[in-house]
């Protein structure tokens, strides 16, 4: 059985950073490909990134150059990196295994 399990949101000044992490269990993250997804208040989920299984990053354009997606093979576990956050950033973040989804984190941004 797969599971999933965000942690590290909160709230953050613009300009401000903040690593989420994705504890993964039932899979080897180190031979998969796991997402970061995100959805905003009112808003459709949407693609942040993901790393791919030889560990290369992809990302959405909105987010290019600031977040960063990495993975601990020892701890089995997926991180999102982001820096020079903006309003705009606020919202749920969800890892992702193909059809398995994590509960969310909550990432604030303020003005």
């Known amino acids: 059985q797969v599971n999933l399990v965000e942690s590290g949101g909160g709230v953050v000044q613009a300009g401000g950073s903040l690593r989420l992490s994705c504890a993964v269990s039932?899979?080897?993250?180190?031979?998969?490909?796991i997402a970061w997804h995100r959805q905003a208040p009112g808003k459709q989920r949407e693609w942040v990134g993901e790393?791919?299984?030889?560990?290369?990053?992809y990302y959405a354009d909105f987010v290019k150059g600031r977040f960063t997606v990495s993975r601990d093979n020892a701890k089995n576990t997926v991180y999102l990196q982001m820096d020079s956050l903006e309003p705009e950033d606020t919202a749920v973040y969800y890892c992702r295994f193909l059809t398995e989804w994590g509960p969310g984190t909550q990432v604030t941004v303020s003005s």
């Open positions: 039932g899979v080897t993250v180190s031979v998969n490909s």
């Open positions: 790393i791919n299984k030889v560990g290369n990053g």
